[in-house]
């Protein structure tokens, strides 16, 4: 069975700091990896995808994933942080790319941004 | 619609009440998820329906919880004689048919027995 590991429930950075979420993900065949982020009381945006291809995907936001199979690793980067990018956010896996596809997701890290 | 629509957004139930939750997925979207997610954790997945048919409801805690989606578009979830451990956010989903598809997010129901 597939699953995703996020260590860090929580993580302040000042604005205008770079940052970096780390995902590490266990999953038999070929993961799909995603990145979602929720604001209060809203559902889910993704934020980016890694189906295949280029390890380094770019996404909304300005964020950017890169995934590494070696270390079973897809970890989310923004070089400037902005306040409105105070968040929670999901890293999560399927196990497909079709339509049933359905996704497990981590246990989410908090994102705090100090002005 | 623009989105995935639920109602409604707060729910309060007694504990051993009934509830309906309902998902209005993007028209013409045949994928439809339902996740749970409790306080502080991610979403979980309970059920999946292609079009009207649930193909997958191996997330279900338990078999007081329901879900249908008859004619392939509105979706409910039931939950009988809830419980405690019920409280949590219950998000919809959904996809468009082919490959490499987003899955697109409700706002969610807040779900919290008392």
């Known amino acids: 069975a597939q699953s995703v590991t996020q260590p860090d429930i929580h993580i302040t950075v000042s604005e205008g700091a770079s940052l970096e979420l780390r995902c590490n993900y266990s999953?038999?065949?070929?993961?799909?990896l995603f990145w979602y982020v929720q604001s209060p009381g809203q559902g889910l945006q993704l934020l980016l995808k890694?189906?295949?291809?280029?390890?380094l995907v770019q996404g909304i936001k300005g964020f950017e994933a890169e995934f590494k199979r070696s270390q079973s690793s897809f970890n989310l980067r923004k070089p400037s942080v902005h306040w409105s990018d105070a968040a929670e956010y999901f890293c999560?896996?399927?196990?497909?790319?079709?339509?049933?596809?359905?996704?497990?997701f981590g246990t989410g890290t908090r994102l705090q941004v100090t002005l | 619609g623009a989105g995935v629509s639920q109602s409604p957004r707060y729910k309060v139930a007694k504990r051993g009440q009934d509830v309906a939750l309902r998902c209005d997925p993007i028209?013409?979207?045949?994928?439809l998820f339902w996740y749970q997610q409790a306080l502080g954790q991610g979403p979980e997945f309970l059920t999946y329906?292609?079009?009207?048919?649930?193909?997958?409801k191996s997330g279900l805690p338990s078999d007081r919880f329901f879900a249908e989606r008859p004619e392939g578009s509105v979706s409910t979830l039931k939950i009988q004689r809830t419980q405690q451990e019920d409280s949590a956010v219950y998000l919809c989903?959904?996809?468009?048919?082919?490959?490499?598809?987003?899955?697109?997010f409700g706002q969610g129901t807040r779900l919290t027995v008392v």
């Open positions: 989903a959904s996809r468009e048919r082919g490959l490499n598809t987003e899955a697109f």
């Open positions: 999953y038999g065949a070929t993961p799909y």
């Open positions: 890694y189906f295949s291809g280029d390890t």
């Open positions: 999560a896996v399927g196990a497909g790319t079709g339509t049933a596809s359905k996704l497990t």
């Open positions: 028209s013409g979207h045949v994928s």
């Open positions: 329906f292609q079009n009207e048919a649930q193909l997958d």
